[in-house]
């Protein structure tokens, strides 16, 4: 493994970087399109835009999308990916993964996450600083767990799922695609497609396509 380009110039993008970094990537380059307005990602250097990253993908070994927010990961990874880079994932030395665990291409495992036996995690997702994945849960492409939140054994997230910081959801508990789990909240039931939950239990705040 030797230089990993990151597309996305952001505070998350350092912490990819970081944990890239510590887990054997030589150099670590990022693109972003405030290019050339930024230059610099804290001790990183922003290189170009995403265009430039097309431009120089056989300059890289790998590459990977530091963004946020689940949509635009989603495009920009799909992007990447349909112009034959080859996208890869990047999980922290600390991060405690089950031999029996499956991790999609793009997804990112920060520090002292855990990921237990026979889950599954998708595509393109952000298991964020100490975010704990109970056994047999499958989460979908493009998810964001934030810092501490906890899946309970067996709970499906669909694609796009957005779980906030300190947030819990219940064992067997089903996410339907594209739901937002406020901070803090705690997950008892279903939550159909698209609504945004907060609280204790957690209620509907209001519905998003
Ligand atoms: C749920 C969330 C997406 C709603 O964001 P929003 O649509 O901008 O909503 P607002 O901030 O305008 O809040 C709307 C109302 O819900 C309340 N609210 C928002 N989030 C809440 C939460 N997590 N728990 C309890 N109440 C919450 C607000 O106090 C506000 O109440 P009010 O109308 O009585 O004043 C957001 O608050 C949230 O929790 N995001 C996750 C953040 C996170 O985990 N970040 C980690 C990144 S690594």
Redesign the pocket.
Known sequence: MKRLAILGASGHGKVVADAASLSGWREVIFFDDAWPTITQNGPWKVSGSSADIMAQASEFDGVIVAI?NNRVRKDLQRELSVAGLNVVSVVHPSATISYFAEIGAGSVVFANAVINACASIGSGCIV?TGAVVEHDCLVGDFCHL??NAVLAGGVSAGELV?V??GASVKQLVVLGEGV?V????VVLRDIPAGH?V??VPART??FQE
Do not use: D, K, Q
């Open positions: 946020g964020n934030s810092p957005w906030g910081a937002t406020g901070m803090g909240s945004v907060i609280g705040l209001y």
